[in-house]
């Protein structure tokens, strides 16, 4: 599989054991629940709802772990933790912004991923 400059497939690719369909299907998957996982953290957010923001970058650390986007996955893990423990909420609109300028490009790699899986 190609190399992408936003995703790293790996540990994709050992959880499904280079099953391409599997893949694919993961793949697609991501690309609908990224979408909407985003809109509920904006939703989240502008309720200044912060368990929810919480329990929201929690099931993300799932997500991120099939993206294998670092930046990603070390943006996430500080939202989860200052929502969790309620420290510097000051600092959680910009965490997002930032999670979800880079989740554009992710998904735009994971669609190329998907559509070079035959």
Request: charged letters at 25%; proline letters at 2%; hydrophobic letters at 45%.
């Amino acid at each position: 599989m190609t190399s992408f400059a936003n995703i790293n497939l790996e540990y994709l690719e050992t959880m499904t054991d280079g099953d391409s369909e599997m893949m694919k299907t993961m793949l697609e998957m991501l690309l609908v629940e990224i979408p909407e996982e985003f809109e509920k953290m904006d939703v989240a957010l502008a309720a200044k709802d912060w368990n929810e923001m919480f329990q929201l970058s929690h099931k993300m650390k799932t997500t991120l772990s099939f993206i294998g986007n670092s930046t990603m996955i070390e943006i996430n893990k500080v939202l989860e933790d200052n929502t969790r423990h309620r420290t510097d909420l000051a600092a959680v609109p910009t965490l997002l912004k930032s999670l979800t300028e880079l989740s554009i490009h992710a998904v735009a790699d994971l669609q190329r991923a998907a559509d070079q899986i035959n």
